[in-house]
């Protein structure tokens, strides 16, 4: 796509866990992973992006796990002024669907040949990103047929964020609606239940 670069300012975390057709990012920062269905990027040469499946916030030893601080405290943000070691006891980490790379400059919407490496950089993709990834869905499939907790929530918050990035949000939305429609024309009842989820 061209306009990616490496500011630390996107950058959310690195690649713990990697297959060709999914990866692991533990954040740097504590509750500060992307939103479901956001897109992603990783590998700053040849890039590979992924659309956030799971977010997931556990104790960095699984042997211990949190317990409940905040009987005598005012609020949430009392508990970790008082206990500042949460933030070194605890970490936050997100799963991303892999929906496509690039090669030779061309973005391709498809598994990438060779998962990505540990310890790439994972970054938030810009609005121009997104836009370009979303100009064609045929990624979709992948998003739908994907082994997840739900795959119809993730393919869904991933077109209404992509929506907001193009001139025309309601017309991408159309559009990804009858992109929808002919892939479970025969299942009528998850599809109702994607244009439902569209809906404004």
Do not use: W
């Amino acid at each position: 796509m061209n306009n990616h670069g490496s500011k630390r300012d996107s950058r959310l975390g690195e690649i713990v866990e990697a297959s060709t057709g999914e990866f692991s990012v533990q954040c740097y920062e504590l509750y500060k992973a992307p939103p479901l269905g956001a897109l992603v990027r990783c590998n700053e040469d040849g890039p590979v992006y992924g659309v956030v499946s799971d977010v997931i916030t556990s104790s960095l030893d699984p042997a211990r796990h949190p317990i409940a601080r905040g009987r005598d405290e005012d609020s949430e943000e009392a508990v970790y002024l008082s206990n500042p070691q949460l933030s070194r006891l605890l970490h936050t980490e997100f799963r991303a669907l892999v929906v496509g790379h690039e090669s030779d400059g061309r973005v391709l919407r498809y598994l990438a040949p060779r998962p990505p490496r540990i310890h790439s950089f994972v970054y938030s993709c810009s609005g121009d990103e997104v836009r370009t990834f979303s100009s064609s869905l045929d990624f979709v499939p992948i998003l739908l047929s994907a082994p997840v907790r739900s795959p119809d929530d993730v393919a869904t918050s991933f077109i209404r964020q992509a929506s907001v990035h193009h001139p025309e949000p309601e017309r991408f939305l159309v559009d990804a609606g009858r992109v929808l429609a002919g892939l479970l024309g025969r299942d009528m009842q998850r599809l109702n239940g994607l244009l439902k989820r569209l809906s404004p």
